[in-house]
């Protein structure tokens, strides 16, 4: 963990950078009452540069409800350090006060308590009103769009994503690059990218026959601000075609290719760039590990694992921001760019609190627009949760969202065992609160989302947890190819995370009879969302509908079944 003293130390002595972060102005307001929006976007403005950062929207354009997680581990290097702390740990790291907004916002200790306080975050159109002041202030300045933005809700799925293409456009953005979107198909995927008014990027997007660079998307952009040469380079998702289904678009290959983006530094550097930022949804640690083998990049705007950090961290010359997810924040960077180097930063941090920021009313009309046809489907009520019960899905081994998930899958598809990705998007829903059709989709909506019942060995079972937990606990960020632990209803297990691959999963036991697993032995396994083309099964969304109806209000225990050592 790097602290506040620190990073400015480090920074002057590493590279004569001067930087400083904006965020103890709203961290420190004890009461809802004191929060303006003048207090939260507040900023002196610094530089000839700034730059506008969002990501990891996953098509949430209203206001939301979204707990950070409680678990969050790092390994080797990583351990103990941003962003793997959480809760007190990480407001003891950053200064910030129990029971403060950005306690709230932060953090998820008393998250339900501290949400019927605070409010709801987000929307693209309190968004848009952030984006506008800045703008105010900076009229150059560059907005890009980290990616995971046409993914994750009922009228993103319905529309193919136009509805969010078309919130976005209205706020302009400069560049984008991707991840989830191409799980809209290849096909779709470049329709939408043909009609973009803005740069689509991703230098590591390859023709997956010619292993050559995609024409359909440019390796970076130059921009002129400020009297600025800026160029900005794409990352898009490196995993894809393990995360996701390749079959969805069999004619693009990924990686991380740092090679090629020290070539790409290297050949804008050559052509005047006097600032180079990476728009990158490599995810946390792989950026930081980039940003120790790749020189001359000057910004990493961060994207794809959600972190939302007050202050940006630094390796070698370059400053990696995380911007959150779900439109909770904003980030702004100003840069002081002389002779060809960045000389020195101011950075924000903007929480979007929904209560307190007043939308921008051109862009909740479009919003309003592209929902319309489907109000009635969106707010039909499926039940509610019990007063005990917080929905959420952040987590390195469990979400309650998904042992609800989990639950519905073995009760409906008459399981042993249920399986549910170990994805990070979905909003939370508060205890005792109405659960909308609306809000399933939000945690369930995807082009792939048939739930499967299959038999599977309890060996084999054994191997798909070495496996994901090795594309979780892999000390090498560049092995760390998905999201958090796949999560399993009617079953438990120990976890040593500092253990290598074929060693982490033990005391694989089945929950209704207390049994270990036999190897041998066939069980019957109910999930969803598996990247095998032709997967048979109901959408996932209509089992967990009919669980939810059923039970009418649901309630979901503490999950105790994930044994965890190695921390």
Not at 81 to 96: L, S
Not at 154 to 183: I, K, S
Request: glycine content about 10%; overall charge negative; hydrophobic content about 40%.
């Amino acid at each position: 963990m790097i602290s506040r003293r620190d990073f400015l130390q480090a920074s002057v002595a590493a590279s004569a950078i001067v930087g400083a972060s904006g965020f103890g102005n709203w961290g420190r307001l004890a009461a809802q009452q004191a929060l303006t929006q003048d207090q939260l976007l507040e900023f002196e403005t610094f530089g000839n540069v700034s730059l506008i950062h969002v990501t990891d929207i996953h098509a949430q354009l209203k206001p939301i409800y979204f707990r950070e997680p409680e678990i969050n581990l790092g390994v080797g290097v990583n351990k103990g350090a941003v962003p793997h702390i959480t809760g007190a740990d990480f407001r003891r790291a950053y200064g910030i006060d129990d029971g403060s907004p950005s306690h709230y916002a932060l953090t998820y200790n008393d998250f339900s308590a501290l949400a019927r306080s605070y409010g709801k975050m987000g929307g693209m159109d309190r968004v848009a009103t952030v984006v506008n002041q800045i703008r105010a202030a900076r009229p150059d300045a560059l907005l890009l769009d980290g990616g995971d933005t046409w993914h994750g809700s009922y009228t993103c799925y319905q529309t193919q994503g136009q509805d969010v293409v078309n919130v976005m456009n209205m706020l302009r953005p400069d560049a984008m690059t991707f991840h989830w979107e191409f799980t809209l198909g290849s096909d779709r995927v470049r329709d939408i990218v043909g009609d973009l008014p803005f740069a689509a990027l991703g230098q590591n997007i390859f023709d997956a026959e010619w292993d050559e660079p995609s024409e359909d998307f440019q390796p970076y952009q130059f921009f002129e601000r400020g009297g600025v040469k800026i160029a900005v380079i794409g990352q898009a998702f490196p995993y894809m075609p393990i995360a996701n289904p390749g079959w969805m678009f069999p004619e693009y290959s990924f990686g991380i290719r740092d090679q090629r983006m020290q070539e790409m530094v290297d050949e804008v550097r050559g052509m005047g760039a006097e600032l180079v930022v990476c728009l990158s949804h490599n995810g946390f640690d792989v950026d930081k590990a980039m940003a120790g083998r790749v020189t001359g990049i000057d910004v990493i705007l961060a994207g794809h694992t959600h972190d939302a950090l007050p202050e940006p961290v630094l390796i070698n010359d370059t400053i990696i921001i995380a911007s959150g997810s779900n439109g909770k924040f904003v980030s702004r960077v100003d840069l002081d760019v002389r002779d060809g180097r960045m000389m020195g930063f101011r950075h924000k941090l903007i929480p979007i609190f929904s209560d307190v920021i007043s939308p921008d009313a051109e862009v909740a009309a479009v919003i309003d627009e592209q929902r319309a046809p489907f109000a009635a489907d969106l707010s039909e009520v499926l039940g509610k949760t019990a007063d005990d019960t917080l929905l959420y899905r952040r987590g390195n081994f469990n979400g309650s969202w998904d042992d609800l998930i989990c639950d519905a899958l073995i009760e409906e598809r008459d399981a042993d065992i249920a399986m549910s990705p170990g994805v990070r998007w979905g909003p939370s829903i508060l205890p005792g609160q109405d659960i909308t059709r609306e809000d399933l989709w939000n945690v369930t909506s995807m082009t792939y989302p048939n739930a499967y019942r299959t038999e599977m060995t309890g060996e084999f079972i054994h191997t798909i947890m070495e496996d994901v937990a090795d594309n979780l606990f892999n000390e090498d960020p560049y092995y760390q190819q998905g999201g958090d632990m796949v999560r399993v209803g009617g079953m438990g297990y120990r976890i040593d995370i500092g253990k290598p691959i074929g060693e982490r999963i033990s005391n694989l036991t089945l929950l209704k009879t207390g049994e270990t697993l036999d190897p041998a032995k066939t069980y019957v396994v109910a999930g969803w969302a598996s990247v095998n083309e032709g997967t048979q099964g109901p959408p996932i969304w209509d089992v967990v509908e009919n669980y939810i109806k059923r039970n009418g209000t649901v309630s979901v225990a503490p999950n105790t079944s994930v044994q965890v050592a190695g921390i």
